[in-house]
Structure formats: C-alpha cells, structure tokens
C-alpha cells in the first residue's frame, strides 16, 4: 500500500503505517517506500528481524516515532545495519518526536509504574496539530536530502495542509465535551487533548500490566457511580476483560483503528482519524 516507485531518488525506511502515510502523501512517487512494521502488530512488542536489517541498510533515511516506541528493536537494525546515512546524529536518522509536543512526561519513572514511556506518550498520531508538525518536518527533511524536489515536496505539504485545515472544521463539530470513557491503554491521549473526550480510567492498571479480578471489580463500581457507558479499545488488546465490563456495566465497546492499515477502510491517515471520530460519535 505504501510502497514507492523502483525509481525513487531516496529510499525512505519508516517504522510504522502511519509515518508511511505522511511520507507517500509528501514524496509521492519520487520516494521509494518501506513500511517495517505491520499495522496487525502492536508497536510495542516488535522484534528486529533480517528483513528489517536489509530494508535499513539500504535506506537514504530513516523515519520513526521516537519517544522509545521503538526501543526494542530499532537500535539492533540501526547499527547491525551498518548504514552511516541513519546513524544517531546524521542527516538520515530521523526522530519524528522531535516536531510534536509531548504529553504525559513522568518526573520520575520505576519498574512499579509499569510499561511507562519516560520521554512522555509515543501516541501522538492521534493529534492533528502534531500530524501538521511532523508532515512539515518530513517535508523539510526530504527536501534537503533532495533539493532537486524540494519544490515538489513542499507543493504537497501546502496541498496536505489544506486537505487538513479543511478536515479539521468537519471534524470539530463532532462533540466530546463531557463524554466521559474508559479505555484499555493509555493509547488516545492526544485524541482526547484534542477534541475534548476525557478518558476517566483504563482497563490496565498501569501500562502493559494486566488487570486483576479485584481492579476489575473497582472500575465496574466506578464505572457504574460515575455512569460511564463507552469503553473504548483496539483489536490489538484482549477481549476478555472489556467484555466482561461490558457485561456487568452496560458499557458499549467501541473498537478504534490503532494504525493506517489496521482495518480495511483505513488507506491513510486522514481516513484513520475519520473513522476513529466516527466510531466514537
């Protein structure tokens, strides 16, 4: 889906469908494309293997989500690679973090906090404002490597800005002041900072732990006190538990697109927010 043409003048590496998205939206058919990471994979749980080390070694640049989403793969494929272009530092090592503004950032961070980011919340594809800044920066970046397209690259940055600006007003009237949800992960922040949803508690205790019987039996109880009726998830998460909320609340579940890619409708970015907005109306 992501692919680009054999005739690319850079190759572009990316790490996850949705940096692809903004990538093919910018370069076109003057990038040639690879996508690593599969969209039925959650980003937290990747491993490297020989495929990603050919795929980056060949790479003119290297895009990725940055804030240690990647931790437990991408530094084995950056130096088992033996690529200079994407080493830390150079041109073609590429941090998409770097242009957004982060949230959730811990003063402090141990292994009784469970699965935290200590540079903040990695989930920030789910902000359209932080979406235009990183477009901007691959922008920027593809133009460098690439003068000779710069005009070409920045022709369609002003033509994704536009389709956005103009997203972004059907998207506002979409409500969520006051809706109140619970959600399993700590996976739409951003979306809820952006629109107004406010997540009042989530299905694991602390990232990436399981909850327990007795957790469960006190967020149905709040869940039931505070008359919270949606709890909202991803496939890529068990079922089990938000079921059985489900069941002893009432709640509706509302399964959301984690990624481009993740259900058959989703082609881009912009058809991910819409759908994840719809969902949730």
């Given at each position: 889906m992501f692919m680009?043409?054999?005739?690319?003048?850079?190759?572009?590496?990316?790490?996850?469908?949705?940096?692809?998205?903004?990538?093919?939206?910018?370069?076109?058919y003057r990038v040639h494309?690879?996508?690593?990471?599969?969209?039925?994979?959650?980003?937290?749980?990747?491993?490297?293997?020989?495929?990603?080390?050919?795929?980056?070694?060949?790479?003119?640049?290297?895009?990725?989500n940055g804030l240690d989403l990647e931790i437990g793969y991408l530094p084995v494929l950056i130096e088992s690679s033996r690529n200079q272009k994407i080493q830390s530092g150079m041109a073609g090592n590429v941090d998409c973090s770097r242009y957004v503004k982060v949230i959730d950032h811990p003063d402090k961070v141990d292994r009784s906090m469970g699965d935290v980011h200590p540079f903040g919340n990695p989930h920030y594809h789910f902000s359209p404002k932080n979406i235009e800044r990183v477009a901007a920066g691959i922008t920027e970046v593809l133009s460098r490597l690439d003068t000779g397209n710069a005009d070409f690259f920045r022709k369609n940055m002003a033509v994704f800005s536009?389709?956005?600006?103009?997203?972004?007003?059907?998207?506002?009237?979409?409500?969520?002041?006051?809706?109140?949800?619970?959600?399993?992960?700590?996976?739409?922040?951003?979306?809820?900072?952006?629109?107004?949803?406010?997540?009042?508690?989530?299905?694991?205790p602390k990232p990436g732990i399981p909850p327990s019987v007795a957790y469960i039996g006190r967020l149905i109880e709040k869940m039931k006190e505070e008359r919270i009726h949606t709890v909202i998830t991803t496939s890529l998460y068990p079922r089990k538990e938000v079921d059985?909320?489900?069941?002893?609340?009432?709640?509706?579940?509302?399964?959301?697109?984690?990624?481009?890619?993740?259900?058959?409708?989703i082609v881009d970015w912009f058809t991910l927010m819409d759908t994840v907005l719809t969902r949730l109306q």
């Amino acid at each position: 889906m992501f692919m680009g043409t054999a005739f690319g003048e850079l190759r572009v590496v990316v790490t996850l469908p949705w940096i692809g998205s903004l990538v093919n939206e910018i370069g076109k058919y003057r990038v040639h494309l690879d996508v690593i990471v599969k969209a039925t994979q959650d980003p937290h749980f990747v491993e490297a293997k020989p495929s990603m080390i050919l795929a980056v070694r060949k790479a003119d640049v290297l895009m990725y989500n940055g804030l240690d989403l990647e931790i437990g793969y991408l530094p084995v494929l950056i130096e088992s690679s033996r690529n200079q272009k994407i080493q830390s530092g150079m041109a073609g090592n590429v941090d998409c973090s770097r242009y957004v503004k982060v949230i959730d950032h811990p003063d402090k961070v141990d292994r009784s906090m469970g699965d935290v980011h200590p540079f903040g919340n990695p989930h920030y594809h789910f902000s359209p404002k932080n979406i235009e800044r990183v477009a901007a920066g691959i922008t920027e970046v593809l133009s460098r490597l690439d003068t000779g397209n710069a005009d070409f690259f920045r022709k369609n940055m002003a033509v994704f800005s536009s389709k956005l600006h103009g997203k972004e007003s059907a998207w506002k009237a979409k409500h969520f002041h006051g809706k109140k949800v619970i959600a399993y992960h700590k996976l739409f922040e951003y979306l809820a900072a952006d629109f107004g949803l406010t997540i009042s508690g989530y299905v694991e205790p602390k990232p990436g732990i399981p909850p327990s019987v007795a957790y469960i039996g006190r967020l149905i109880e709040k869940m039931k006190e505070e008359r919270i009726h949606t709890v909202i998830t991803t496939s890529l998460y068990p079922r089990k538990e938000v079921d059985f909320i489900a069941d002893k609340t009432g709640a509706r579940v509302i399964v959301l697109p984690h990624d481009v890619g993740s259900m058959p409708e989703i082609v881009d970015w912009f058809t991910l927010m819409d759908t994840v907005l719809t969902r949730l109306q």
